[in-house]
Structures are given as C-alpha cells and as structure tokens.
C-alpha cells in the first residue's frame, strides 16, 4: 500500500523559515517525480514545486519562485520543501504528490498518483 505522510508544518511568523517533508513508502520511490501542491481556506489547489525522479529537474511555480525549494532524497525515501522569506499569503495546506514517469515534473494536479494527507502552514503577519 502505498502511503505519503507529510510533516513539519506550524505556525510561523512573516520571514521566518520552514521546512516540510513527505516520507513514502509503499513505493519504488526513485521511479516517481513528486511535487507539492497547496490549498488555502475557499481556493482551488495549487501548484507549488515539482521534481524529478533525479532530482535534476525541478519546477517552480511563480510566486514561490526564489524563496522556496524543492529537493529528495531517494535513500530515505523523503522529499522536502524549504520555504524561506515566508510571507501570510502562503497560509495553506500543503501536500505532496507522486506520478510517473519519473522523468516528468508537471504541474497538472490530474497527472499525479498519490497524495498524502496535507500539513498546514500557518503565516502570521
């Protein structure tokens, strides 16, 4: 059974920094690319950062762009997100995902397998 737990989140204050992990198992985890979405109170889900089975390739969506970053490592089976400057706007729920092929970090949510649970990410101003 495949399974995609995510942790790290909390309550932060406007420039601090957090970083969030997804732990999975179940899985060939080396064979997928993974990513993190997000989901704030009354909007739609959103793209966040994509990576590569690799880690070569990676994918940023524009308003995290610099400030967070997304990074694996495929012998503990864990990929991370490290958010810098962190500002209110980036208050949500924050999931992550796994889809193959591997070689691909797309950000169409439909692309993607599995999804954990979510960590919340609180910012305050």
């Known amino acids: 059974q495949v399974q995609l737990v995510e942790s790290g989140g909390g309550l932060v204050q406007a420039g601090d920094s957090l970083r969030v992990s997804c732990a999975a198992s179940?899985?060939?985890?080396?064979?997928?690319?993974l990513a993190w979405f997000r989901q704030a109170p009354a909007k739609e889900r959103e793209f966040v950062a994509a990576?590569?089975?690799?880690?070569?390739?990676?994918d940023y969506a524009d308003s995290v762009k610099g400030r967070f970053t997304i990074s694996r490592d495929n012998v503990k089976n864990t990929v991370y997100l490290q958010m810098n400057s962190l500002k209110p706007e980036d208050t949500a729920v924050y999931y992550c995902?796994?889809?193959?092929?591997?070689?691909?970090?797309?950000?169409?949510?439909?692309?993607?397998?599995?999804w954990g649970r979510g960590t919340q990410v609180t910012v305050s101003s």
């Open positions: 179940g899985v060939i985890f080396g064979s997928y690319a």
């Open positions: 990576i590569t089975w690799s880690g070569s390739g990676t």
């Open positions: 995902a796994a889809d193959r092929p591997g070689w691909r970090a797309t950000r169409d949510p439909d692309e993607y397998d599995y």
